[in-house]
């Protein structure tokens, strides 16, 4: 067995907002690389967390009116929040790291330092434009139309003073180490860094701000709080314990085998944090792997353009397997990909239902009805060409599932998976077992072999798919009687090593076809009530800026009436009719459009607030003598109307004034 450590990394994630499909995306595959490690035998530490500084939680903080550190706290350890949501989707991480956990602070601290005392890190000053009013700094890029983004108003050029990063120095080594090894993958992402990035000039990075205070403060200068992506990166050793006491893995564990990452956050994998490392003297990681991204019709998920795939919904109709399964089946993972609820219900369908689902109830139910759960002994040799076939094809899959698992590319090692599982399924109408059951004195050896074949190729195509749906296989492996040896890496790669008395039962059905109308409907719902939390609680309307003078006001006749009968009016949904007693002697008809909100019969004998000056209006038909007042507010997105109801002491007829 292959000992190795093997270190794996996803990124850590800004806990600004809930987490998407996107950002599942990732740490699904990540998860899926790391259980293929530890299937392989190799000792793996799989890293996650979370990057938690930075103005943009500060102002989230300050907008949401909590402390940034109980804002994060919310997000990453609240219900539905990060962790939970790993939890959830059955990440194998072995640790999580919180760049708020006072070992990284510190460790920050002291890596700021080591920097600084090498001469890596200089004070210097950076150059931008200043909102006198706002007292705000920003940066070229941050302005709206020249001007301040807060206020609006014009800005002036400033200097502040700042520390920096001589990022310059280390543009030599980062070419060669891109252009010559194969430190960065898929390759096209070398050429992008190279001539957006390196050829143009590598300037000096500023690595400290004064604009605000949510970040690890420089320990020599405590005005400044480090840049949050030396504080994020630094992640990757500190969760080691580089330059703390929490952990003791740095010797055993660093350099990293892989950080998988984002392909817009390649830029600070591939430059700044190899040249960060060349300035501490330590060791590279082997590999910066940049995926693609997953999008929404065309465009990247965000929050502000109200695209966001929620995982926790999609987990729950689907199961957390098949959404796994989909993530790297279906998307290349170096390239971007198109996401959407069809194209997930049809690879469930296709792949889980069909492909898999049915060589896996097929297979076991025909080995329970033909053989009462168990094959007998004395099983036909494999003699015939569509044995060889299969049996060919399936003892070969591991090796070639390896070379691709290996090259990161999930997607293609599932692929050749599904070659063969849709080859067994050819194989049962070739071999018809139905038809040697009818003779089984005659076929009984033959049948034996035909349904061990098919366990066999099961089973190996179970042990390669368990790094993606690792609860799915467990059930798969219970129902077609593997024992622990026949889950193995090692059981894998040898054709027969599944027991031939090995106890078979047909079990639940693995992945249930999924009713796609039906199944966007609920998604739908779903995600219709999600936007509808998401709206503000409560909203009132705006306040009208213009006056109205006292006179004007005055000429309004607000009158208490009492409500003497209430109907619904015919064909309408929103119109009720009121006869109203208004202390004149006659009856008013007043008609207004409150029938969503109230029962006709609840009202009859209230004391309401009418308007009785206005001209008469046809509504319907029938005649409005005035206007009841309500209050109007709105409460989820939904408009609410309240009629003003007066004390029943009040008579009818009484003015207000
Ligand atoms: N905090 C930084 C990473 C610091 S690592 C030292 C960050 N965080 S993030 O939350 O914005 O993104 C985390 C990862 O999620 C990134 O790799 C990013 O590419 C990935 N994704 C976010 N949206 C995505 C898609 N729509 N599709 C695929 N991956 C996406 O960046």
Redesign the pocket.
Known sequence: MEQQKYYITT????PSDKL?I??T??TVATDAFARYQRLRGREVLFLTGT?EHGQKIEDKAHEAGVTPQAFVDNIVTGERGVMDLWKLMNISNDRFIRTTDDYHVSAIQKIFRKMYDNGDIYKGAYKGKYCKPCESFWTESQLVEGKCPDCGRPVEDAEEEAYFFRLSKYAKPIQDLLENTDFLEPRSRVNEMVNNFIKPGLEDLCVSRTSFTWGVPVDFDPGHVVYVWID??S?YITALGYDNDKYQDFEQFWPADVHI?????VR?HAIIWPAMLMSLGLPLPKKVYG?G???FDGG??SKSKGNVVDPYILAEQFGVDALRFFLLRTFPFGSDGNFSNELLIQTINTDLANDLGNLVSRTTAMVGKYFGGTLPGGMEENTQEVDADLTAKAAALQGIYAQQMDQYAPHKALDEVFKVIQRANKYIDETAPWALAKDLQANGPRLARVLYNLLETTRICGVLLTPFMPESMEKLFVQIGACAHCRTWESAGVWGSLSTAAAVTKGENLFPRVDAQQALETLEQAAEAQRKAALPALEIAPYTQEQVDFDTFCRSDLRAVKVKDCQPVKKSAKLLKFTLDDGTGTDRQILSGIAMYYQPEELVGKTLVAIVNLPPRKMMGQESCGMLLSAVHTEQGEERLNLIVLPDAIPAGAKLC
Do not use: Q, R
């Open positions: 990124p850590i994630y800004y998407h996107g950002h995306y990732c990057d994020a990166l992640n990452v984002g392909k817009e956050i600070f995926h991204w997953l999008l990247k998920m």
